[in-house]
Structures are given as structure tokens and as C-alpha cells.
């Protein structure tokens, strides 16, 4: 039940930008829910670890001063992640 569980509430993906990319650059890789992160263009692509939410990464910029320009949270459905995983 629990593996089941797991896949179904999906994972956390965040979108973020901000005018100073090396800043916010340099915060994210400091917080320590952000599993991986890629940049892609003037963004910063961000999976957010099981046990943490986009919303305290948000909150956690704020408190580091970084003026955040952009920030979307997506949830990545098992549908997709299926869809992802047997391509």
C-alpha cells in the first residue's frame, strides 16, 4: 500500500526564475528539499523531495532575499510518469 501510495501523490516539480539567475542559482542548491535541478534558459527546474513542498522552497527564497520574477508548482501524475518510464 505504501509503494502504491507513493506513486500516485506524484512528484513536486518547480518552475522558478528570478533577475539574478546566479543568486537564485546559488540559494536553491543550498535548500535542502531541491532533489535536482536544471536550468533551462533564464529558469531553474526544480524536483522537490518527497518529504518537502515548493511552498517552503518559495518561503525559503524569501527569507534569502532572492526576488522571485516566476514561480509554478506542477505535480507530475502517475500517468505521465507511466507514460515517461515505457516509452
Not at 542548491?29 to 524536483?47: C, T, V, Y
Amino acid at each position: 500500500q505504501g509503494q502504491i501510495d507513493d506513486l500516485v501523490k506524484g512528484e513536486e516539480i518547480v518552475e522558478v526564475s528570478a533577475k539574478d539567475l546566479e543568486a537564485l542559482t546559488q540559494a536553491v542548491s543550498k535548500f535542502n528539499g531541491a532533489e535536482k535541478i536544471n536550468q533551462e534558459g533564464d529558469k531553474l527546474i526544480i524536483k522537490i523531495a518527497d518529504e518537502k513542498k515548493g511552498s517552503e522552497l518559495n518561503q525559503y527564497l524569501i527569507q534569502n532575499n532572492i526576488a522571485v520574477s516566476h514561480f509554478t508548482s506542477k505535480i507530475k501524475s502517475l500517468e505521465k510518469f507511466y507514460l515517461e518510464k515505457t516509452e
